[in-house]
């Protein structure tokens, strides 16, 4: 999962301008660990 969300970008729709990281990851119970949620506060992700 923390690969994966490295390389995820949220398109802007403006020319030219790179794709924004992102700010808030939504996940089910399955992707629920120590581990990840306390990976995603230092990437600036707030787990929901």
Known sequence: ???????????????????KPLKVLAADKGYDSKDKRAA???????PQ
């Open 1 to 19: 999962m923390i690969p994966l969300l490295d390389s995820v970008k949220v398109k802007t729709n403006k020319r030219g301008r790179p794709g």
């Open 40 to 46: 995603l506060p230092r990437r600036g992700i707030r």
